[in-house]
């Protein structure tokens, strides 16, 4: 399954008679929103996705922070972006991919196939050479018809206990309880083993080799055949570890509620390596 596209291959499909969707996902924690930056220069044709409205939906603070959107409104905003049947979807951001994984994920659970990240985002664009413009984009409405249900999705109870290898693709200082900037609580899943999801990503932000990938979910003691399942802070950055799971040729679960759901359920917390 590709999972990735180089600039200087997404420039010639762009010049194409059926150029792709382009998503521009820029976002923080935190904030502020890319919506800014979009404005001051994105890939030509791209669309502004905004990760806090249109990625997910508002919760309680018992679902997480990035809850999953409602299928029905997920459908509505890929169709305003021009997501359609059989049309590829390329997403991008300038921070690793870390928010435009988000898209790529939703939109694969939600039955769309073709969508593919931009391999080092909007600093891969650039060193290649190609430009970004600051035209207004109003794309014609698509027809995606959401699906959900084609990618696994885990929830609190399918971790009490996990029955494969779990993984917490947030900052290892936050995964040994040692801080906690936004939670209630500190600390990890009882039983998960600890992979950021920036020691998957080479100097230039692009995604390391699948061989390089293997290896490292191998020292973690992810290996064909066991499932896996990924959380993070909120669903954002185990979206990410899911796509660099399957450049391995691995698959990936994903905990939609991640820490902010559980440390929000008084469910047991484990501290440490």
Do not use: K
């Not at 309680?60 to 049309?87: C, I, K, M, N, Y």
């Not at 988000?102 to 891969?124: F, K």
């Amino acid at each position: 399954m590709d999972v990735v596209i180089t600039a200087d291959r997404l420039a010639d499909l762009l010049a194409s008679e059926v150029p792709p969707v382009l998503l521009d996902v820029r976002w923080r924690l935190g904030g502020p929103p890319g919506r800014e930056e979009y404005a001051e220069g994105h890939l030509p044709g791209a669309v502004y996705v905004d990760l806090e409205t249109e990625l997910a939906r508002h919760g309680t603070p018992e679902e997480g922070r990035h809850p999953l959107p409602d299928p029905v409104d997920f459908q509505a905003a890929a169709r305003s972006w021009g997501v359609s049947p059989g049309r590829l979807v390329v997403a991008y951001d300038d921070n690793g991919a870390m928010s435009a994984a988000r898209a790529w994920w939703l939109l694969r659970w939600a039955g769309h196939g073709d969508v593919l990240l931009l391999d080092g985002g909007l600093a891969a664009w650039r060193a290649s050479g190609h430009e970004l413009t600051n035209d207004s984009v109003d794309p014609a409405p698509g027809s995606f018809v959401a699906r959900p249900g084609a990618l696994p999705v885990l929830g609190p109870d399918d971790l009490r206990p996990y029955t494969g290898v779990l993984l917490d693709a947030r900052a290892s200082a936050r995964f040994r309880g040692e801080t906690e900037p936004i939670d209630p609580i500190a600390g990890h899943v009882p039983g998960a083993r600890n992979l950021p999801s920036t020691d998957l990503l080479a100097e230039d932000g692009t995604f390391l080799p699948p061989r390089e990938l293997r290896h490292r979910f191998a020292a973690v003691g992810v290996a064909g055949g066991d499932p896996v399942g990924v959380y993070c802070g909120s669903g954002i950055s185990a979206a990410h570890e899911v796509a660099a799971l399957a450049i391995a040729g691995l698959d990936g679960a994903l905990y939609p509620g991640s820490w902010s759901q559980w440390s929000n359920l008084g469910l047991p917390v484990a501290t440490g390596d």
